[in-house]
């Protein structure tokens, strides 16, 4: 039986990618790799920026990393790569890091750099979500498995 291609956040996979030059690596994520083919993404580093990077947030329409610098177009552009990926590999389901300005789905950090969360959607779990592909995060991987 031919095995569903999900797209998965590569920090969740071991990847050091995020902001700070670490991986968030969840067992449970990778022993999904007996059920699916997971793809892996980093719509922060497919968009151009650095690892490690400056944090960054949404404020507003907007992402400001915490020194000011507008990267709203490098999130998009990893957003488009991420969207684009998932087309390639026909991926209906994204499982994604929690709370991330790219791929954070229904709460991510409020732009004000402070911790406090707000209700929302990351840039590249937003268009996803657009385009008709289910988002978990990997609090929610009861509903994978």
Request: glycine share 10%; aromatic share 4%.
């Amino acid at each position: 039986m031919k095995k569903e291609a999900i797209l998965v956040s590569a920090c969740l996979l071991g990847v050091c990618c995020r902001y700070d030059g670490a991986s968030k690596p969840n067992a449970d994520v990778i022993k999904l790799r007996e059920r699916y083919v997971l793809i892996p993404i980093c719509p922060e580093v497919d968009g151009g920026l650095p690892t490690p990077r400056t944090p960054s947030e949404q404020v507003g329409d907007r992402v400001l990393m915490s020194d000011g610098k507008d990267v709203t177009d490098n999130f998009r552009a990893g957003a488009e790569a991420a969207l684009e990926r998932a087309k390639t590999f026909s991926c209906n389901i994204a499982l994604l890091k929690a709370r991330s300005p790219s791929c954070g789905s229904g709460m991510i950090y409020d732009g004000s750099f402070s911790g406090r969360l707000t209700e929302g959607n990351g840039v590249t779990a937003d268009l996803l979500k657009k385009n008709g592909i289910t988002i978990y995060t990997e609090e929610e991987l009861d509903k994978l498995i």
